[in-house]
T-cell receptor
Framework: AQRVTQPEKLLSVFKGAPVELKCNYS??????LFWYVQYSRQRLQLLLR??SRESIKGFTADLNKGETSFHLKKPFAQEEDSAMYYC??????????????FGKGTKLSVIP | ETGVTQSPTHLIKTRGQQVTLRCSSQ?????VSWYQQALGQGPQFIFQ???????GRGNFPPRFSGLQFPNYSSELNVNALELDDSALYLC????????????FGSGTRLTVV
């Protein structure tokens, strides 16, 4: 079974402070991990994928297989980063197909 | 139009009724999946379709069923609605199984009374 845990329901930081949104996963194979973001009144959208090792809007995330973590980081928070963030894992289900498992999400609030 | 579109945006049904939700995949995407998002929770995987065949299912009862059509649009059907089925239902499409991530629609808000 695959599971994604986001331990913080809410994270408040001051503008300009570093941000780290935690994500831990449980999966027996090689996972594909993603971060999705949902801004107020907007649809869920892909922020970044571990496979591409990219930086989007200043955010990065490194897959740590030893700690089974995929934490999302940004050195300096901006007010426009305030949103709901979901960590997600894509892995093969028992039927051999892929499925996307989401964490419960962390609401990031950046204080001006 | 590019992007994933879902209809209707809102729906109110009575317990015991049946409902059909619709989704148009993003152009070029042959995989579609459906999610249920209860208030305050992350999306939960219902099932996935690839080239008109169901190829993955989450922990949902058989009264949740779906279809994918040759144009890759999709339907989610829920029979014998229960109060707990009230949620936001999200459709997402992908060009393949998942390496590229999914593109989500805005969802259908279903309220069962």
């Amino acid at each position: 079974a695959q599971r994604v845990t986001q331990p913080e329901k809410l994270l408040s930081v001051f503008k300009g402070a570093p941000v780290e949104l935690k994500c831990n996963y449980s999966y027996s194979g090689s996972p594909e991990l993603f971060w999705y973001v949902q801004y107020s009144r907007q649809r869920l959208q892909l922020l970044l994928r571990h496979i591409s090792r990219e930086s989007i809007k200043g955010f990065t995330a490194d897959l740590n297989k030893g700690e089974t973590s995929f934490h999302l980081k940004k050195p300096f928070a901006q007010e426009e980063d305030s949103a709901m963030y979901y960590c997600a894992l894509s892995g093969r289900s028992g039927a051999g197909s892929y499925q996307l498992t989401f964490g419960k999400g962390t609401k990031l609030s950046v204080i001006p | 139009e590019t992007g994933v579109t879902q209809s209707p945006t809102h729906l109110i049904k009575t317990r015991g009724q049946q409902v059909t939700l619709r989704c148009s995949s993003q152009s070029g995407h042959n995989t579609v999946s459906w999610y249920q998002q209860a208030l305050g929770q992350g999306p939960q995987f219902i099932f996935q379709y690839y080239r008109e065949e169901e190829n993955g299912r989450g922990n949902f009862p058989p009264r949740f069923s779906g279809l994918q059509f040759p144009n890759y649009s999709s339907e989610l059907n829920v029979n014998a609605l229960e109060l707990d089925d009230s949620a936001l239902y999200l459709c997402a499409s992908s060009p393949t199984a998942t390496l590229y991530g999914y593109t989500f629609g805005s969802g259908t808000r279903l309220t069962v009374v």
